[in-house]
């Protein structure tokens, strides 16, 4: 008989092994992907212009402001503490336009705040689809109107309402109350917006458990929803209020076009915004003290909506609430 020669057995593979010698499927292969590698570039160049655009910003505002500055007839201390804006006589305080500013703006959000978060919590709890997809559109044509309308609007028909409420001796033709009103109007839509995007955001579970403890839709909304929005509503807010210290064709239409430091809302004072557009309109020659001004005010404002932003950024980290 021949013997038939036998080769020792092998040991056996281990799973890990096993799965290392099998060929990948080619189904499962990284293909290559020329339309997402396009869209990636394509998203990159859009970051770095926005990122080069805010530097490019900030150089040319702070270079002609530190024009302004170098300036023998300007100091840095009556520009940050003066009260009187001529620069016809050398005069640079900005207050007046701050003032301004900041009284437009906070007649703005005493409108837009509680009506924007009151339609905010009707859209996210009360509404039902179809009010909701009636209300929205509308909301969204607000936004849509151009702000020369809405100077217009309240140059011609807020400012004779106000008159003819409150007198005409009381209210003058140009005024930062009817500006500040429509201000409000032309913002509410970005208010409410915002807020009723946080606050649909918020779990289901906790609206079932407050009204497991028997609690009513009404103290739902403003104990629980409202509450766990707060980082949202918050950056609606700071939001809203940059947006408002921006605004410029509202108030340089139907706040007045003189600086003037009054608190009194129903008589004329001139804005940041409002100054900008006045007098760069006008014949300025170039690196004028008066022209190389716009830039330092413009430098004023970039700051302040700056420090909002940075504010809003702290809020949200602050009062942010994570649901798993």
């Not at 013997?3 to 799965?19: C, E, M, Y």
């Not at 270079?63 to 520009?79: D, N």
């Not at 403003?222 to 809203?240: D, T």
Request: glycine fraction near 8%; charged fraction near 10%; aromatic fraction near 8%.
């Amino acid at each position: 008989m021949h013997r038939i020669a036998t080769l020792p057995a092998s040991p056996a593979a281990t799973p890990d092994q096993a799965q290392v010698a099998q060929p990948i499927p080619a189904s499962l292969r990284r293909r290559r992907r020329p339309m997402e590698g396009a869209i990636e570039a394509l998203l990159f160049l859009c970051g770095a212009v926005t990122v080069l655009t805010t530097i490019g910003i900030v150089y040319v505002l702070g270079k002609e402001s530190l024009l302004f500055f170098g300036s023998p007839a300007v100091s840095i201390a009556e520009f940050l503490t003066g009260t009187t804006w001529q620069p016809a006589i050398g005069q640079f305080g900005i207050w007046p336009l701050v003032n301004a500013t900041l009284m437009t703006s906070t007649i703005a959000m005493l409108v837009a705040l509680p009506l924007g978060l009151a339609v905010a919590l009707y859209l996210s709890e009360y509404a039902t689809p179809r009010a909701r997809g009636t209300l929205k559109p509308i909301l969204e044509v607000l936004a849509g109107v151009p702000t020369v309308v809405y100077g217009y609007f309240a140059l011609t028909a807020m400012t004779p309402l106000l008159r003819s409420l409150l007198g005409r001796d009381v209210v003058s033709i140009y005024n930062t109350a009817s500006a500040g009103l429509v201000m409000g109007i032309l913002i509410l839509p970005l208010v409410t917006s915002m807020s009723e995007d946080a606050l649909s955001s918020v779990p289901r579970s906790l609206r079932e458990a407050a009204y497991g403890l028997g609690a009513t839709k009404l103290e739902t909304s403003l104990k629980v929803v409202l509450p766990a929005a707060l980082s949202g509503i918050a950056a609606a807010v700071v939001v809203a209020i940059s947006r408002a210290i921006g605004e410029t064709m509202i108030v340089a239409i139907a706040a007045g076009a003189g600086p003037a430091l009054t608190f009194n809302p129903f008589q004329p004072a001139e804005t940041m915004t409002g100054h900008i557009a006045r007098i760069s309109g006008g014949d300025l020659s170039y690196d004028s003290i008066d022209y190389n001004s716009i830039f330092a005010i413009g430098l004023v404002l970039f700051v302040i909506t700056l420090t909002l932003n940075l504010v809003s950024r702290w809020v949200v980290n602050r009062f942010r609430e994570v649901y798993e």
